[in-house]
């Protein structure tokens, strides 16, 4: 005789069917009675007594499923966190041995790190990150090196400006500069009714560009203000200057109100019709005629023009057309001419008119020739050599000829 007894495992929770045959054996009575003390026993049913199986749902079986794909992402989303935390690790290891790596990295950057295929690559990027941010940190550097001196230069400007104000606060100081106003404005006003013209011809504005006419200006404005200063000024004269032109208008533009108060004469009419020609000496580097000497008693006429483009011949082709004289200044016979043209700017005649007026000496009048177009004065003047030659050349009075015994007799 057999009996079937089935027995609940707990950890596998698996229905096991066990088949004891009853023997008469201690073995067997042993384990029958452990298994039906602590187990209960549990019985097939009859296949009759078995309800059919219920249908499963099919949301139910939806929901169970996206259940256990949101459970599949975590795992996946920790992995990313560990290979950040690695890279930290690696980039934190390199930076302590010494390798260029930038100090701050994004996320972003460092998630392009973790993107790198190879090592190298890795290194590469960090090596550009670490360039980049050094760049970075130069210019602010810079930046704040050049925000300090910019604040001192301000509180050494401030400092300049508190001991003018102090200074200009000393009233002998206020009476000096007003007294000084006075006197050259009273040096024009005599120049202007005693003093000898120099004329500006303002009759080349159409053959300039509007910056070279503005460099005109500029020149103009530093030949005025040399002039008043001087101590024996000219009486400027802008001939040839239109109403309403070029000229005129950039003036007004630089002089403000000033320009009614200006101590010299601006007319539209030319030099020919204001002085007589056989007084007027048209000053232009063309000329053949070399100047010699300063003429008080002349009127030396300068063309107001800028010639960057090269354009010779220009203010000499007008002193022609008038039928006026024409010389140029005796720089060949002064000076080691080296590099450029020998075309002077309007304050640089003005300057060397003036010293020459007071003064007559070539060598402190050709002081104000830029060096840079010269090497500096000739030993001996080709001027003065001529003179010396026409010296050698000349008989002296003393000379005898040859062979002559001259026997002098003493006085008693």
């Known amino acids: 005789m057999s009996v079937s007894v089935t027995f609940l495992r707990p950890f596998t929770k698996i229905l096991v069917p066990f088949t004891l045959h009853r023997k008469r054996s201690i073995y067997s ?47 996946v989303l920790n992995k990313d966190e560990d290979t950040l935390a690695a890279t930290r690790e690696l980039i934190e290891m390199w930076r302590l041995l010494g390798k260029e790596v930038p100090e701050h990295i994004t996320e972003e950057e460092l998630k392009t790190i973790m993107e790198c295929a190879s090592k190298s690559s890795k290194k590469k990027y960090l090596k550009f990150l670490y360039l980049k941010e050094k760049l970075k940190k130069a210019r602010q550097i810079k930046k704040e090196r050049k925000a300090a001196a910019k604040e001192e230069a301000k509180k050494a400007m401030l400092l300049e400006t508190f001991e003018e104000d102090k200074q200009q606060n000393f009233p002998f100081l206020r009476v000096w500069d007003r007294r000084i106003n006075i006197a050259m404005n009273w040096k024009g006003v005599q120049a202007m009714q005693f003093g000898q013209p120099l004329v500006f011809d303002m009759d080349f504005d159409n053959y300039m560009k509007p910056k070279e006419l503005q460099n005109t200006i500029s020149q103009l404005l530093e030949s005025e203000g040399w002039n008043r200063r001087n101590v024996d000024p000219f009486h400027i004269y802008f001939c040839n200057l239109k109403i309403d032109g070029a000229y005129q208008k950039e003036l007004v533009k630089r002089y403000g109100e000033k320009w009614d108060k200006l101590l010299l004469t601006a007319t539209e009419k030319s030099h020919v019709d204001l002085f007589p020609k056989d007084k007027i000496i048209y000053l232009t580097a063309d000329s053949p005629n070399v100047m010699t000497t300063f003429k008080h008693d002349r009127i030396y006429v300068i063309g107001s023009f800028v010639d960057k483009n090269m354009q010779p011949g220009t203010s000499l082709a007008k002193a022609k057309r008038l039928k006026l004289a024409t010389e140029c200044l005796p720089l060949d016979k002064y000076l080691q001419w080296d590099v450029g043209n020998k075309n002077l700017t309007l304050d640089q005649m003005m300057r060397i008119l003036l010293c020459l007026k007071n003064t007559g000496s070539w060598e402190d009048a050709l002081k104000f020739v830029p060096r840079r177009k010269h090497t500096g004065y000739l030993e001996i003047s080709q001027h003065s050599q001529e003179f010396v030659n026409r010296l050698k050349k000349a008989k002296p009075f003393n000379s005898f000829p040859k062979g002559s015994h001259v026997h002098t007799e003493k006085v008693a």
Do not use: F, N
């Open 29 to 75: 009575t042993v384990l029958q009675r452990c298994m039906s003390s602590k187990i209960p026993a549990v019985s097939y049913p009859d296949k009759e007594s078995i309800s059919p199986p219920e249908h499963l749902e099919l949301d139910g079986w939806k929901t169970t499923m996206k259940s256990s794909v949101q459970e599949g992402v975590s795992p």
